[in-house]
Structure formats: C-alpha cells, structure tokens
C-alpha cells in the first residue's frame, strides 16, 4: 500500500492518505488520518472531520466524494471511513 503525507497550508497539522487498488479496475481506495493537528476548541480538543473532492483534470471541476466521521476530542485522529473514487492511471 503506497502511504503519503500532505502538510497543511494552515499548518494545523498533518493529513496521511494510504492509497489501495483494486483488482483489475481503475478505482482508488482512499484512507485518511492525521497526526499533530492544533487544538482549535477552547474547553476541549478539536473534533476533526475531513470532506473529500476530487478533480479529475484540471479543466473538470471539484467533485465532492464524502465526508468522515467526526471524532470528538482527538489531534491525532483515524477515520474508519474510506472513499473508493475512479482513477486514470
């Protein structure tokens, strides 16, 4: 499985996205967690969630492909929530 990281342009963290391929078709399995992200709540930790678009070219627009879970008080957060999405190699 091929792992990358994405470093915020807020610098509010860290995004990881593991990439899994399907057999014999062109669809990605998206994975996303975070590491480090700042605590942005007052009285508690930040309740992060992550909404996922995809752009197939860049003259096609943003497509929206879903949104995780909120988990409630955690910077260092898993989602149990993946996203299959069609991919040209």
């Known amino acids: 499985m091929n792992t990358q990281s994405y470093a915020s342009l807020q610098s509010i963290g860290t995004m990881n996205s593991q990439i899994g391929f399907a057999e014999s078709s062109?669809?990605?399995?998206?994975?996303?967690s975070a590491r480090g992200l700042l605590d942005m709540d007052v009285f508690s930790k930040s309740d992060p969630y992550v909404?996922?678009?995809?752009?197939?070219?860049?003259?096609?627009?943003?497509?929206?492909v879903g949104k995780t879970e909120t988990i409630q008080n955690n910077l260092n957060p898993n989602w149990n929530r993946s996203f299959v999405v069609d991919y040209v190699f």
């Open 51 to 64: 909404k996922v678009f995809f752009k197939r070219s860049p003259l096609n627009k943003e497509m929206f």
């Open 26 to 32: 062109q669809k990605i399995e998206l994975f996303v």
